[in-house]
Every structure is written in structure tokens, then in C-alpha cells.
């Protein structure tokens, strides 16, 4: 069993943090260190984890490559979203192109598409409504998305990364973890993706399309987010 855990930005100092999916250097080196000591006395219920690092922030770059190695971490992601590729705060295509050709002097790091504008692809409960637009649409959790505006959102990210790095992007991070059938039968229409990924705080038994995540935040402290991994299980079948 394997853990993917989500973070975002990577601040120096606590002071400076100013929403709850938002860490301190500090926190992310102590969650490590923990996660390396109780997997090596076996008290966790998976036996790998991965690093996801949402939205391509600049920090990735400044504060957390430096030490990936010397934190003993074995597996990277980089969820990217297009619209914030070079803009302040963000990282760059040279970045981008950086990191993916020296994925293996680093941990293992693979970058997948995160959306390009990150709207929410599915509403619970709400069907997808049919036809629509091919276009892009704004940032956010409670819009609802046409099939065509979702496509776009799954397609132009891929797109944009594949040319950035001249080779097939596989991966996606779900935008808040949303999905339906309609998302998935766009992916499988269109052969966009061959693993996504949606934050249900689950183990990852690497057996279905839908990669559960864990999401990291600041308002529990690292011995909380330890215990809470202690205490997860494998994801469902949906077969």
C-alpha cells in the first residue's frame, strides 16, 4: 500500500501562513522525518509514500528541492496548473523542464496536468450538463462545468504540459478531488489520462484509475497527521 500526500506552499516561516493548506518548511521536515521513523518500525498501514506538491508553486523550487534528498524521500509529484506556469510565485518552463530531466538524479518525480484554471470538474449530486462550450473557465469549487468546458480543462492541461516537456503527460490531479462518470467517460473518450488522482484520504492499493490523496493541513500538528495515517484504509473497489 502506498500514501499520496498533498501540500501546497512551502513557507519559511509560520508566521507568513495564511490559509490552512499552507505549510512551514519546518512542518514539512518534521512530517518526514516521522513518516521515515514509524515506517521503519512499521506502525503505518502503507509501506511508500509520495509527495504531491499542488499548483507548481515557486517554493517547490526554492525551499523543498534543496533537501528532497536529504529528507530520504523516494517519490515526487508535481500537479501543475497551466495558467500559473511563470507567473509570480509559480514556477517557470525552464523549471518545469528542469526537474523533469533530472528526475533521476532526484527522488522519482513525475509532473502531472492539474486543470488549467482549477474549477471543480464535478458537483455532487449534479449531473454534468451535456454539449456546451469548449472553453476555459474560472477558479473555483462550486461552479458547474459543461462536458466541453471540462474537456478543455483536462486536454488544454495536457497540451500545455506536453509541449513544455516534448514527451506524453499520463497523470492528473482532480481539482478539489472532483469527479463523476462523465469525467471519467471524457478521459476514457478521449484517452487523456492513464491515472488520476482525487483527495479521499485513502490508501492507494494501485488498482484503479482513481488514486486516492491525502491532504495535508497546518491546523493539525504532525503527530495528529500520524496518527490519522495510522488509522486509514485501503481505498474500495469499484470493480
Known sequence: MKIHLVFHD???????????????????RSLVEALNRNLAEDTLPFSSYCLHF????????????PYLQKMQVNEVLLAIRANGIGKPGYLTEDDLRF????AKQMPKTTIAAHSVSHPALAQKDVPTPK???????????????SEQEVYFQMNESK????????????????PFGAYNQTTLAINEEHKLFTTLYAATNQLDS???????????FNRRTVQETIEILQSLKPQKSSQ
Open 54 to 65: 499542488d499548483e507548481g508553486y515557486s517554493s517547490f523550487k526554492e525551499r523543498v528541492f
Open 99 to 102: 526537474f523533469d530531466l533530472n
Open 159 to 174: 497540451r500545455k504540459l506536453e509541449q513544455i516537456l516534448n514527451h506524453e503527460v499520463k497523470e492528473f490531479v482532480l
Open 131 to 145: 454539449g456546451g462550450i469548449y472553453q476555459d473557465r474560472s477558479f473555483g469549487e462550486d461552479l458547474l462545468l
Open 206 to 216: 494501485n488498482e484503479e484509475l482513481v488514486h486516492p490523496t491525502f491532504d495535508i
Open 10 to 28: 512551502i513557507l519559511e516561516n509560520e508566521k507568513d501562513i495564511k490559509r490552512k493548506i499552507d505549510i512551514s518548511f519546518s512542518y514539512l
